[in-house]
């Protein structure tokens, strides 16, 4: 493996979509949430992601979110159909007074469905997302990632907690470490330890200073999740690194809350596409790896009930 | 009709770029072009998902394999444009988002007036037509579990609770179920109302009352919650008003939910004052029916005005008594006739309840 790697480029990430083009997808959106009485939430979502996914391109040519609204549709249903049952079987024990093992059974069911939601979520959102045709997909095994979870959240209890920031950290390498861009392969290289103290010196700073150091932390935070994050390909590698700072954390945050504020929350299109912008134009990609050699090695995966789960559950896609 | 331009394919099997001639026909109405091994390919128009990211326009095909072409040439996509447009190629969801900024705005605007119209006008009335459709059977339950969880801990005096009973007995009330008053030990000067008929009434306010008349008219207004159902009312108006702006509002972000919220809560305090103002109504009218002077009411809510510590939970009813109240409890006074005679054996019962 000692090849000397190959003459390094760089590539170039980058979010285009205008605060105008998005605020026409809200409002339309918009329009057809209500004429629909909601119903059209789902398709509303796939328009949402289609367009910011597709604004997002990698050395000029965009990716793109092949996601449905049907599809969203009918996960959104069996979504559902999941949440009925569970409150079901609580209802039918607490009907048989015997609240105590209802209570418990449903606690239980509702975690086993959390690693499963982020299972079928990634799945599905990965499978659905491509550059240049070829997919991005996540090779996770489902029930690795079920036994692993109970596993952490077990020692989280028992550690009341502090087992907490290696649980996040785990659950980051497993996910990430799954997820493909075709032959291409991701990779997260993070550690608990250095999670837990990075938390740590967050939370204490951000205390001490009365709230202004929770940029420079979520820089931290920010930087930690890009660094660690690293693409192979047969030895070879692309390298991720982060140049935001605290004063632009800030800096962004102030001007999206005055926008927020004085347009009555209509501009949050604005808001939306101007960090996205920020945070694209903050990773470096770094490496040897030829964008023009990828294969495509994923299949389809249209199920969505994992993600409308998450969705319901209000489980932030990238954790 | 054919046109001709350069564009970049990619075979969905590599991301290797390709370079091919691409032909727009307008006659078979797609795309054709030729791929290295000499392959013909024909792209139908209607196959195909169109995406334009700044100059460049994008062509998908295919589901299972993803098939893309780049396209640079202005001349070339202009063209493809005014004939997608001519044939109707563009569905409607383009053609709403094509509508362009400036309309997209006054949409938006408009949008923002029906919902606050719609919040103002629809969900009250839905609120309280959806009232009717609930079972008098949950009021009695929700009144139940909170009478139960709240009397546990409260000093019940019962001799007085037994007075307080008699009392109402000897009252028309209007009331469709059976009120049950209880009389709590507390300082507190408050009295409230419980969906089941459940009527609570604490000792400090019946210590600043001086005259049994005070006492009709507490009753006949906490009667009156009970009657129409307002704590039920106002639950339902609460929830359809949070599902509503969670409906509307909620996909859109975060922040008009928190604002929508706030809305909710503003405009759910001036629903209890509608009810307030209900029940001081009829409370009123069960005075002048049992021909008690309802100089009480009035007397009754000037001396709480000046307490301080007059609270009620606040889902239940919230009882500010305001110079408004007092205002048009006066002015009925003066414009309404009524009959009034002593009542002895409220009297007896009232000094009974006090002491």
């Given amino acids: 493996m000692d090849k000397p790697l190959q003459s390094s480029t760089t590539y170039e990430l980058q979010f285009n979509g205008s605060g105008?083009?998005?605020?026409?997808?809200?409002?339309?959106?918009?329009?057809?949430?209500?004429v629909t009485l909601g119903f059209y939430y789902p398709w509303a979502k796939a328009r949402k992601l289609q367009f910011l996914y597709g604004e997002t391109s990698l050395n000029g040519d965009s990716f793109s979110f092949h996601g449905t609204g049907k599809e969203m549709f009918k996960g959104f249903i069996k979504a559902i159909f999941i949440f009925v049952l569970l409150y079901a079987l609580l209802f039918l024990f607490l009907y048989l007074k015997i609240p105590f093992i209802g209570l418990l059974l449903f606690y239980l069911g509702f975690f086993a469905i959390l690693p499963l939601a982020i299972h079928g979520s990634y799945r599905y959102r990965m499978s659905r997302t491509s550059w240049r045709g070829i997919r991005f997909g996540y090779r996770g095994d489902r029930k690795e990632l079920i036994t692993n979870f109970f596993k952490w959240i077990f020692f989280?209890?028992?550690?009341?907690?502090?087992?907490?920031?290696?649980?996040?950290?785990?659950?980051?390498?497993?996910?990430?470490?799954?997820?493909?861009?075709?032959?291409?392969?991701?990779?997260?290289?993070?550690?608990?330890?250095?999670?837990?103290?990075?938390?740590?010196?967050?939370?204490?700073?951000?205390?001490?200073?009365?709230?202004?150091?929770?940029?420079?932390?979520?820089?931290?935070?920010?930087?930690?999740?890009?660094?660690?994050?690293?693409?192979?390909?047969?030895?070879?590698?692309?390298?991720?690194?982060?140049?935001?700072?605290?004063?632009?954390?800030?800096?962004?945050?102030?001007?999206?809350?005055?926008?927020?504020?004085?347009?009555?929350?209509?501009?949050?299109?604005?808001?939306?596409?101007?960090?996205?912008?920020?945070?694209?134009?903050?990773?470096?990609?770094?490496?040897?790896?030829?964008?023009?050699?990828?294969?495509q090695t994923e299949d389809n995966f249209k199920d969505a009930t994992g993600e409308d789960i998450s969705d319901f559950l209000d489980l932030d896609f990238v954790i | 009709m054919k046109e001709r331009t350069i564009g970049i394919f990619y075979d969905g099997v590599s991301s290797v770029p390709q370079e091919i001639e691409?032909?727009?026909?307008?006659?078979?109405?797609?795309?054709?072009?030729?791929?290295?091994?000499?392959?013909?390919?024909?792209?139908?128009?209607?196959?195909?998902?169109?995406?334009?990211?700044?100059s460049v326009l994008n062509l998908e095909h295919g589901e299972e394999i993803l098939q893309n072409i780049k396209v640079k040439n202005i001349d070339f996509i202009s063209s493809v444009n005014v004939f997608r447009k001519k044939n109707g190629y563009i569905d409607w969801y383009q053609r709403l988002i094509d509508l362009g900024l400036k309309s997209h705005v006054i949409l938006a605007v408009f949008i923002l007036i029906f919902i606050v119209l719609g919040y103002i006008f629809v969900i009250p009335w839905v609120a309280e037509k959806s009232v009717v459709l609930i079972p008098e059977d949950y009021d009695n339950k929700l009144g139940d579990t909170f009478y139960e969880q709240n009397m546990t801990f409260s000093s019940i005096d019962s001799s007085k609770t037994k007075a307080l009973n008699l009392f109402a007995k000897e009252l028309k009330l209007n009331n469709t179920k059976k009120l049950k008053f209880t009389v709590v030990n507390?300082?507190?000067?408050?009295?409230?109302?419980?969906?089941?008929?459940?009527?609570?009434?604490?000792?400090?306010?019946?210590?600043?009352?001086?005259?049994?008349?005070?006492?009709?008219?507490?009753?006949?207004?906490?009667?009156?919650?009970?009657?129409?159902?307002?704590?039920m009312k106002m639950l339902c108006r609460n929830l359809s008003g949070y599902l509503f702006v969670s409906t509307v509002l909620g996909d859109a972000n975060g922040v008009m939910a928190v604002l929508g919220d706030n809305v909710n809560m503003i405009q759910s305090l001036s629903f209890s004052r509608e009810f307030e103002r209900q029940a001081d109504l009829d409370g009123f009218e069960i005075m002048t029916l049992n021909k008690i002077n309802p100089e009480g009411m009035s007397t009754l809510f000037k001396r709480l005005q000046g307490e301080k510590n007059f609270s009620?939970?606040?889902?239940?009813?919230?009882?500010?008594?305001?110079?408004?109240?007092?205002?048009?409890?006066?002015?009925?006074?003066?414009?309404?006739?009524?009959?009034?005679?002593?009542?002895?054996?409220?009297?007896?019962?009232?000094?009974?309840?006090?002491?």
Avoid: C
């Fill in chain 2, 312 to 355: 009620i939970p606040e889902f239940l009813s919230s009882h500010p008594v305001t110079t408004e109240r007092i205002g048009y409890i006066d002015e009925m006074i003066k414009t309404k006739s009524f009959v009034f005679k002593e009542n002895p054996r409220l009297k007896k019962l009232f000094k009974e309840i006090k002491y």
């Fill in chain 2, 22 to 54: 691409l032909i727009f026909d307008k006659e078979k109405k797609g795309f054709a072009f030729k791929t290295a091994n000499n392959k013909l390919h024909f792209w139908k128009l209607n196959d195909i998902v169109f995406g334009k990211k700044g």
């Fill in chain 2, 186 to 231: 507390s300082s507190e000067v408050n009295a409230f109302a419980l969906p089941d008929g459940n009527i609570v009434v604490f000792t400090g306010i019946i210590d600043s009352m001086t005259g049994y008349d005070e006492l009709v008219g507490l009753i006949g207004h906490e009667a009156s919650h009970v009657n129409n159902r307002h704590s």
């Fill in chain 1, 20 to 34: 105008n083009a998005f605020f026409s997808v809200i409002v339309v959106n918009w329009l057809l949430t209500i």
């Fill in chain 1, 156 to 295: 989280t209890i028992i550690t009341f907690g502090i087992y907490g920031s290696w649980m996040s950290i785990n659950l980051r390498n497993y996910l990430l470490g799954n997820v493909r861009f075709g032959d291409v392969e991701f990779n997260y290289d993070g550690d608990g330890a250095d999670y837990f103290v990075l938390n740590l010196k967050g939370y204490f700073l951000t205390v001490f200073t009365l709230g202004i150091y929770s940029f420079w932390w979520q820089k931290d935070l920010f930087e930690y999740y890009v660094d660690n994050l690293s693409l192979n390909q047969d030895g070879k590698e692309i390298t991720l690194t982060s140049t935001v700072t605290g004063g632009g954390f800030a800096g962004l945050a102030i001007v999206n809350l005055l926008i927020i504020v004085f347009t009555l929350g209509l501009g949050y299109a604005w808001v939306v596409t101007r960090s996205m912008k920020y945070i694209f134009e903050n990773i470096k990609l770094e490496g040897n790896i030829d964008l023009d050699s990828i294969a």
